[in-house]
């Protein structure tokens, strides 16, 4: 599957961004796919998650409340939608999938083989 991450931008303390996530090449309902981050000098940080088989949801505690993964099958497309944004959110934003992934194992990046290529998000205050 190849993914295509989009959506990223300049956004102001307190404004919202939506980000997409666009797969091509395979059954995209199969995969799960996660949002992951990864700021200037940081490692990269797990954000958000949305399982294949029953559309669950997981997020980190720093976005929590703030931020919400969905998935349009049918579109072959999941997104991350983002409000509140803080400047600390700034990050470039890279989405995920793989399937198989198992419940203990969403907010790891080991446990996804393919990514998309990342989207900036800047957020001034």
């Known amino acids: 599957v190849q993914l295509q991450a989009s959506g990223g931008g300049l956004g102001q303390a307190g404004g919202s961004l939506r980000l997409s996530c666009v797969a091509s090449?395979?059954?995209?309902?199969?995969?799960?796919v996660g949002w992951f981050r990864q700021a200037p000098g940081k490692d990269r940080e797990f954000v958000a998650a949305?399982?294949?088989?029953?559309?669950?949801?997981a997020y980190a505690d720093t976005v929590k409340g703030r931020f919400t993964i969905s998935r349009d099958n049918a579109k072959n497309t999941v997104y991350l939608h983002m409000v509140s944004l803080r400047p600390e959110d700034t990050a470039v934003y890279y989405c995920?999938?793989?399937?198989?992934?198992?419940?203990?194992?969403?907010?790891?990046?080991?446990?996804?083989?393919?990514w998309g290529q990342g989207t900036q998000v800047t957020v001034s205050s």
């Open positions: 995920a999938a793989d399937t198989g992934v198992i419940l203990s194992s969403l907010r790891q990046p080991s446990a996804y083989d393919y």
């Open positions: 090449g395979r059954t995209f309902s199969r995969y799960t």
């Open positions: 949305i399982r294949a088989s029953n559309g669950f949801t």
